[in-house]
């Protein structure tokens, strides 16, 4: 069974760095994923934040996040990551680890993803 377990969330001021984790398991031939996080604000849909394929690591980012923040997975732990740097108080939200069967594209849309974590909180004050 595929769990997903983030961790990292917190209480930080605008401009801070803050790094978030999903620790995957249950994932047979691991190779064969993509990984991606997602956010969602209060009241507001999920959104996609990031995605990477676990072999070979192609990325995607949303614009909003682009020159800010790093997705990246460690293979021997079974970890992805998600660097946030310069956060915004618009970056508040619970951010969601999230994983499907790779594709031949990067999938972004929430609904294309078949397991999810159970987020964790991270908030900016201003």
């Known amino acids: 069974q595929v769990q997903l377990v983030e961790s990292g969330g917190e209480l930080v001021q605008a401009g801070a760095s803050l790094s978030l984790s999903c620790v995957a398991s249950?994932?047979?031939?691991?190779?064969?994923?993509?990984m991606a996080w997602f956010r969602q604000a209060p009241g507001k849909e999920r959104d996609f934040v990031a995605a990477?394929?676990?072999?070979?690591?192609?990325?995607a980012y949303a614009d909003s996040v682009k020159v800010r923040f790093t997705i990246s997975r460690d293979n021997a732990k079974n970890t992805l990551y998600l660097q946030m740097n310069n956060l915004k108080p618009e970056d508040t939200a619970v951010y969601y680890c999230?994983?499907?069967?790779?594709?031949?594209?990067?999938?972004?849309?929430?609904?294309?993803?078949?397991?999810w974590g159970q987020g964790t909180q991270v908030t900016v004050s201003s």
């Open positions: 999230a994983a499907r069967i790779a594709t031949s594209t990067v999938p972004i849309r929430s609904s294309e993803y078949h397991y």
């Open positions: 249950g994932l047979t031939f691991v190779d064969y994923w993509h």
């Open positions: 990477i394929r676990w072999i070979g690591g192609s990325k």
